[in-house]
């Protein structure tokens, strides 16, 4: 949201005791507004274009991403404006009054009024999902519900299988707790990079069980850490680049060591077999990689996955850690950890013809509709 010459200001109005994770609406908005380049004053009185947000109401960050973006949307709930982008200082004192009486807004020329409960839509590109994002009346008897509407809201639409559907409702727990103690979302990415490494180690002396628990936690903080930190609004560049990078990093380490820690089983590897297997997953997960960042690059900053309901539904099950971790331990659960990393070799060159012919594709889809492609994710938004 950096684009504008002049950042809108953002105001809190109202108050309300009520927290949401720990912080009140005021706190909230204002990180809200930092983080979207925007600065958030106590009073906007002689301000143009200001961005009021209702203390009465708690609402996802997409929500006030999208009205920060688009100047004269407000959002109402049983007609109280909730959240609106005021286009000059007149329609501003008119909304923040409607906000402070709990009343419908007067007609406010130049501004698109919209009721939450049309169930209005928008796309969150940083999240790669469509939806109605939340916005709820906060009181004490509605925090967990919209806490566990915050927490779902911070979800990835594109993803894989297990951080979709298998931890959701641990990482939520560990949220809250960490939101409580006031546990930074880089504490839990550091005791997650140890485990991290503490797994590699067990995988290299074939401690496969212990390993694979180790990582399992590990998996699950790397979940709880974006989260905790989107719920809190505390993302921070250093806390991107921690996180990313070991991600990044970690999973070649673990195909390879998990290869020499059949030793310790007897089930080693022949040299051809362990180079060959080698080949395909290393090689196989840095060009996949390279052909992401391609996508990207030629299709004005989309990822691969959201292109087609097809490529989203594959990135469940894409050749990348957490599912290739499924793999493993099945072939484990059988006694059977080498032909577990054969699989996933195989797997990562499956993977890996699925993603070139997607960037052919799109090349051809492309010259064929002469403009750049878009997500089918992307509609008509509020």
């Not at 600065?39 to 009021?52: F, I, P, R, T």
């Not at 974006?226 to 990093?249: E, M, N, P």
């Not at 594709?361 to 878009?374: D, M, N, S, V, Y």
Request: some cysteine; hydrophobic content about 50%; overall charge positive.
């Amino acid at each position: 949201m950096n684009s504008f010459s002049t950042p809108p200001a953002v105001i809190s109005v109202g108050e309300n005791p009520t927290r949401l994770w720990g912080l009140t609406m005021a706190e909230r908005t204002s990180r809200l507004a930092r983080a979207a380049g925007a600065v958030a004053v106590s009073d906007g009185n002689g301000a143009g274009s200001q961005v009021l947000a209702n203390a009465d109401f708690a609402f996802d960050p997409a929500w006030f991403r999208h009205v920060l973006a688009t100047p004269g949307l407000v959002l109402t709930i049983g007609g109280v404006p909730a959240l609106g982008h005021a286009i000059d200082a007149g329609s501003a004192k008119a909304l923040r009054e409607a906000m402070e009486q709990r009343r419908p807004p007067a007609v406010l020329a130049g501004h698109d009024i919209v009721a939450f409960e049309t169930g209005p839509t928008i796309e969150d590109k940083m999240l790669r999902k469509r939806e109605t994002p939340f916005i709820m009346a906060l009181r004490p008897d509605t925090v967990r519900t919209i806490e566990r509407a915050s927490y779902f809201g911070a979800y990835k639409g594109v993803t894989d299988v297990l951080t979709k559907y298998l931890w959701p409702e641990w990482a939520l727990v560990l949220t809250r707790i960490a939101a409580r103690f006031g546990i930074t979302p880089n504490m839990v990415t550091a005791v997650g990079a140890i485990l991290c490494v503490a797994a590699t180690v067990a995988f290299a002396y074939g401690q496969y069980w212990l390993g694979m628990a180790m990582g399992l936690v590990f998996m699950v903080f790397d979940t709880v850490d974006g989260k905790l930190a989107r719920c809190t609004i505390t993302s921070s560049a250093w806390g991107d680049i921690f996180d990313h990078g070991i991600d990044l990093v970690h999973p070649p380490f673990w195909w390879w060591f998990w290869a020499t820690g059949l030793t310790y089983w007897g089930l080693g590897l022949d040299d051809r077999t362990f180079w060959l297997v080698q080949a395909a997953i290393q090689g196989g997960y840095v060009v996949q990689r390279l052909i992401e960042g391609a996508f990207i690059a030629r299709n004005n900053q989309m990822h691969i996955h959201v292109w087609r309901r097809f490529d989203s539904r594959f990135r469940l099950i894409t050749a990348r850690r957490n599912p290739n971790m499924v793999i493993l331990f099945v072939a484990t659960l059988f006694g059977r950890p080498d032909i577990g990393i054969i699989a996933v070799a195989w797997w990562t060159v499956i993977s890996l013809v699925v993603h070139m012919v997607q960037l052919v594709q799109a090349e051809f889809a492309r010259k064929r509709k002469g403009a750049p492609l878009t997500s089918w994710l992307a509609g008509e938004s509020a």
